[in-house]
Each structure stands twice: as C-alpha cells, then as structure tokens.
C-alpha cells in the first residue's frame, strides 16, 4: 500500500473511533441521567475503560496519518470529489445515529423493566403456591410472637431462593389495639426460643406499615374492595412489587424488592 492508502486507512479508524467515542459518551448520558436499564454492574469502570482504549486508538491513527502526510504535503490541494460528497453523507448518517441509539436504548429500558415485572410476579405466585406454611397461618392470623416468627422464617426462605430479592414482606389489615391499622411484617422479624419465652407483650409499633396517600388508596382497594391487581413500583434502578393474596375470606399483601445497583437488559 502506498502512502495515500495509510493516510486514508489512518483516517478511516480516526473519524470512527471519534463517532463511537461521541455515541459512548452519549448513552452514558442518557443511562445515568434516565436510570435506564442495559447495561451491567461496574458501568462507570467499564466507561472509563472504553474511553481510555477508543483515545488509544484515535491517537495510533493520528500518529499514523501526520507520519505518511508528510510525503504527501505537495499534494495537499488534490482532494478527490468523491470525498466531498460522502463527507455529507456521513455528516447526515452521524446525525441520525443519535436519535436510533437514544430510541434503543429506551426500547431496551423498557423491555427490561416488562421482563423484571413479570420475573417478580411469576416469582411471589410461585412462593404463595408452594408455601403451605404460609396458608395455614392465613387461616388463623394471631398477632403475636409465634405467629410473627413463624411468617418471618417462610419470608426467610423465600429469599434465599430468590437471590435478586430483598426484605420480602408481608402487609396485614387487622384491629389490634382497638385500631384498625396495616401491619407488616419481614424476614428480619425472626424470635428465638427465648424470646418466645418472654413475658414483655409483642411491640406493635414495630410492625405498623407506614404509607403515603396513594399507598392507602391501593391498600384500601385491596383489603376493602377485593382488588385482585398487582402494583409494580419503579424508583430508579430498583423496584418493588406489590401482589394481594385472598385465601379463605381473608387478604394479605405479598411485598417483594429487588434492588440492583445497575440493571442490564434480560436480567
């Protein structure tokens, strides 16, 4: 290959290393500031990497294209026509590629927080169907030590099989205390064989389930109404699902999170 050649090579890889630096740059943008869902743990390092190896490159073919351009300054004024008519075009195709990678990458935002939605219920019907345990405390719910434990440690394994989860929870509607009120209760709210031999009565405040104005109309609609619908909450890169459980005329609310640092597309 003569000097030409290398210099046209060299300017090849220069302008498309500059385009994917630019369209990085750009869908790092766009994932931090919109929280979107594609790609793995560790993006900020695998970032730093990809900008650090595309520079590399873009300086290879700069150095590459000064060595051979210097034989060829004489000619410095004979560009080729066809050179000036596809620099329009690629000029035109970069611009488009912005608004396509911006519309994938939502695309796949979307797409994985589908799949995550449907994993997260598919996951709690299947704990209600196989928990028998958890059944036979729905038929007789006491609020007390005994009955707090025994929901704690079926909350328990349910997590350890579903590794991705955190604090599974379990919402009641019950009067206690002369007050109707919502109750939770989670894995962590586990006795042991000592406490269960305590005397001090059960802390109810412990497990009274805070909640905002549109949390109760949700709840009242499950406990009041029958409402038989699943809630499925997004904040940022974590998520929440919410699934009423109706058994034997009464009603609970199976609370599942997921909270991942980063997200990626099919998770």
Do not use: C
């Amino acid at each position: 290959m003569n000097s030409k050649t290398y210099v046209k090579l060299s300017n090849v890889i220069g302008v498309v290393s500059i385009i994917l630096l630019v369209l990085w740059v750009f869908s790092f943008i766009l994932i931090e500031v919109f929280d979107l869902l594609i790609f793995q743990k560790n993006m900020t390092e695998i970032f730093m990497l990809s900008i650090l190896a595309l520079i590399a490159v873009m300086a290879g073919a700069l150095i590459i294209n000064i060595m051979f351009n210097l034989t060829r300054i004489a000619d410095k004024h004979n560009i080729d026509d066809s050179t000036k008519k596809m620099s329009k075009k690629v000029a035109f195709a970069g611009l488009l590629i912005f608004p396509i990678l911006a519309i994938l990458l939502f695309f796949g935002d979307y797409a994985t927080e589908k799949r995550k939605e449907e994993y997260m219920l598919r996951s709690t019907k299947s704990f209600i169907s196989d928990s028998q345990t958890l059944k036979n405390l729905m038929d007789t719910i006491k609020f007390n030590e005994v009955f707090v434990n025994e929901i704690a440690r079926e909350l328990g394994k349910y997590e350890r099989a579903e590794l991705n989860f955190n604090d599974p929870e379990i919402i009641f509607y019950l009067n206690i205390e002369s007050q109707n009120d919502y109750f939770k209760i989670d894995d962590r709210d586990t006795f042991t064989q000592r406490d269960l031999q305590d005397t001090v009565s059960i802390n109810i405040d412990k497990y009274t389930e805070y909640y905002n104005k549109e949390d109760e109309e949700y709840f009242n609609k499950v406990f009041q109404q029958g409402f038989n619908k699943h809630r499925f909450i997004r904040n940022g890169k974590n998520f929440m699902l919410e699934y009423p459980f109706h058994y034997q005329g009464k009603t609970v609310i199976i609370r599942t999170s997921d909270y991942q640092r980063y997200g990626k597309y099919g998770s």
